[in-house]
Each structure stands twice: as structure tokens, then as C-alpha cells.
């Protein structure tokens, strides 16, 4: 398979470094989004995106106008994503993620049964916590809103999100999602869960970059022949 780059900061590299153990083969780098968008046949067969959320929608446009599969790696753009949806409208194949890590995948699924166990019981309050290097641009994080509306959907005491609290004491019905931006963390989350009797803590902790590239790479392969707008759990 024929890949394209688009964004060749850390993560780029590390997804170009990965494809050379496989059988695919890196076919085009765009380092800028003016390149990406003056190249009206993009050499490839699926396009990889992580660059900056200001980008995904014209990204998104052009792959549909070139007609190329694309993943969407980068975050912080889901506020428009009804309508990128809607533009989407199965004329090319997308699939976006949060984090394409693997195992954040299977913390999102443990986080689902442990709500809905903690919600049966009663007496547990729920909340998340992230922890960033200090570039990051978008909070909360993509992985911390996938785990938050795993939260909502097995906990129902919990029915609103914030990360900004304004007042010293927090609305209980509220999910509380807290972040830290301290020097080269590349990303760990914790699901923590408090009662008077115990505490319980789930953990993802990033070591490194591979998995995230390793999940992109799949993605690639799960969209290179479909159509329509996908989140990633939905392919694996």
C-alpha cells in the first residue's frame, strides 16, 4: 500500500520509521499544508494526517476532491465533526481517532464495565486525569473525551463534562477531566474511581510513540478499501 504523509513533525517521522518494516511504502511527504493542498494527484493510495486541527476540514476536502482515503490522526477538531461528516457522506473513506494506541483502546472498554459496575454498587464518584508534554495544543485530549463518554454511557450520575470548573466545589453530576502539561510527557491518562471505603485507578501510560504509529498504520489498512466516516474502534 502506498501511503502519504501529511504533517512530518514527531509523529510523522515515527509512523515513516515504522513503514519501513512493513510491506508499504512511504509515497509522499507534505510538511505543509500549502503543499498538501496544491498537489491535485497525491502519489498514494491512503493519506495519514497529523498535523494541526485548524487543517483537518481543507484536508478533508481535498482528499475527497482527489478522491484518497484519509486517516485523521490529528485531535482537537471535533466540534465540527457532524458537518465534516456530512461532507464526508461516503464519496471517500475516513477514519479518525482520539488515540490510536491499541491498549487505549482496551482501557476504554475495561473504563465502560467499570462504570457500569460502580454505577450498580453506588457510593463511587469518577473522575480523569491526563497528563500531556507541554506542547500540546488541544485539552481535553481526544483520549480523555472517548474515556469521559465511555463514562457517561455506563455511569448516569455522571451527565456533563468539564475541565474548567469555575467554582470550588464541583456539581457531582458533573465528570470532572483535569490536565496536566509538564515537560516531554508524551501521554498518560487515569480513570480514577473514589469511595469512602476504596479507591480504584486505571491507568494508560504511553511509553513511547510506536503504539500510536503501530494503530495508524492499521487504520490505513482497515480504510484503504471502504467508504463512508469511521471512528477506529468501529474497524478493529
Known sequence: MKIGLIGYGKM???????????SH?????????KLFLADMSPNCDVLIDFS??????????HAILCKKNIVIGTTGWYDKIHSISSLINNSIGCVYSGNFSPGVH????????LSLLLSSIGQYDISIIEEHHRHKIDFPSGTSLQLAAEVLSGFPEKTTITHNPQDAVL????????????????GK????????????TLIHSAKNRRGFAQGAILAAEKIANKKGFYEFSELI
Request: hydrophobic share 40%; glycine share 4%.
Open 12 to 22: 510523522g517521522k515515527e509512523i515513516e520509521n515504522l513503514i519501513l518494516e512493513t
Open 189 to 200: 491518562h487515569t480513570v480514577l474511581a473514589d469511595s469512602p471505603i476504596d479507591t480504584i
Open 25 to 33: 511504502e512511504i509515497t509522499a511527504i507534505y510538511t505543509s499544508d
Open 106 to 113: 482496551v482501557m476504554r472498554k475495561v473504563t465502560k464495565e
Open 52 to 61: 494541526f486541527p485548524t487543517e483537518v476540514e481543507s484536508h478533508i476536502k
Open 171 to 186: 456539581d457531582p453530576h458533573s465528570l470532572l477531566i483535569a490536565g496536566i502539561r509538564n515537560g516531554d510527557i508524551i
